[in-house]
């Protein structure tokens, strides 16, 4: 039954009751029980959108596991499988790469062709075949076979990213956004640090399979069943978004051709990735940057370097629900890259002999990166209409993986021949760059005919609504 049609039977009902003389306390219970706002489990209420976010988290998170968990085995792949370095580096290669397009057509795919539902199922079946892969070429000691496998992770990763984006808009909308990207950014933190951690836990555990190969083999089938699970949960978010399909309105299907009426505010912000890469770059090279210049010990030296992605964890969720009902969220971004500026340049300029300045420019920058990772993903659905969300996440997703696949490229020329410092002289210079290109992007904002990167969240907007009808009653 229809919401308008529920409250004119209420209202004729009531009616009735009046001309009949009965007890108003029992008037219309039954319409009232029936009214789909007032249901549990219903599209309407807001525990079927926690409900779906939750389980979108779920399936995030299980995509960046099977991402990152070469990493927690760096020391188990090179030894069980006897190759070297070079080749273990091939293994994160083949996800980086491929992953500057994939993004793009996932999203494209999703918003035009088969819709993000049948995608979203697609690309974690994607996922789950690329884990299976990567497991039977541990059983048989097949490198060739592993990377095979791990290519399709990395796109089915990428592009579940890039779909997730398109539920979240849907369901969060503009006014929830910020805080459903944040926390769905701390699930893929979350499960990129666990596949970091557990997956040789995993295998010290399989200690009574001879067989190193076997062992190696049986530790990736956990992510099998990983990815199992996040195929049954993609059905079940399928079905959901299904059922609510009738309390949608239903929007025209994105064209190639769209890209090209993207604004100029679009394709500035997709500058902004550059920090990411920054991010990133910067993060590896911090342990042996601050053991060379301010002498730590590597022990020391990596827990000061952890600070910078360790504190975002716990703070995202709590700044993106801060911004959600602030608002401003360009001003936000811009003060993340400025705190980034900042701790970049006191690592440039400081004394090599203040052996705490690690640790206080570890924790400038945590907060830098968590303020920018919360306001700046939310910009993209500011810029966009609801049926290009899939492509445009998919752009920002590509940009920011050409930026790091040729930062790690130019990082390692400039180790090899110039050294750290030198390396982190471009890292600040490239944050300074990426500082002036967001006050490019205010400024243009702020010209444009309508200001979409300065809107206010949702106590700030209520707190205006309640001035303006102070006023109004003032005047009257």
Known sequence: MDEDEIVVKYKANKEQSELEGCDRSSISLEVKRKAPETR????????????????????????????????????????????????????????????????????????????????????????????????????????????????????????????????????????????????????????AAIG????????????????????????????????????????????????????????????????????????????????????????????????????LSLRAASLANSLVFSATILLTPVMGYVINAIGYHLLWTISGIAIAVIAHFILLLSNSGLTYIPYIASIIYSISYTLFSSSFWPLIGFLVEGNQVGTAYGIFLGVQNLFWGLLSIVSGVIIDKNGYFVLEMMYSLLSYLVLMVSVLLLMIDLVSKGSVLLLPGTCTAKRKEKNISTKEKIKQ
């Open 196 to 295: 970091l951690s557990l997956p040789q836990f995993i295998y010290n555990e399989f200690h009574y399979i001879n067989n190193s190969s076997y062992r190696l083999g049986a530790t990736v089938m956990a992510g099998v069943a990983g990815a199992f699970i996040a195929v049954i949960v993609t059905v079940i978010i399928a079905i959901m978004d299904k059922f609510s399909d009738k309390k949608f309105t239903k929007t025209s299907k994105v064209k190639c051709s769209d890209a090209k009426q993207f604004s100029l505010r679009f394709w500035i912000a997709a500058l902004l990735t550059i920090y990411y890469s920054v991010v990133l770059g910067f993060a590896g090279i911090g342990q042996v940057f601050y053991a060379q210049k301010y002498g």
């Open 40 to 191: 549990y489990f219903y599209p309407n209420h807001w525990s079927y959108g926690s409900i779906l976010l939750a389980l979108i988290c779920f399936t995030v998170f299980i995509g960046y596991y099977c991402n990152e968990s070469p990493g927690g085995l760096e020391d188990t792949i090179i030894k069980v499988m006897g190759i070297d370095a070079t080749q273990y580096n091939l293994l994160f290669l083949v996800t980086t790469w491929p992953n500057i397009f994939v993004p793009v057509i996932g999203g494209v795919i999703a918003d035009r062709i088969l819709g993000p539902r049948s995608s979203y199922i697609i690309v974690v079946l994607i996922l789950t075949l690329g884990q299976i892969i990567w497991s039977v070429g541990s059983f048989i000691n097949y490198f060739w076979v592993v990377l095979i496998g791990r290519f399709f992770i990395g796109a089915g990763a990428a592009t579940i990213t890039s779909v997730t984006k398109i539920f979240q808009f849907k369901w969060c909308g503009r006014k929830y956004l910020t805080f459903g990207l944040s926390v769905s950014s701390t699930m893929a933190r979350f499960g």
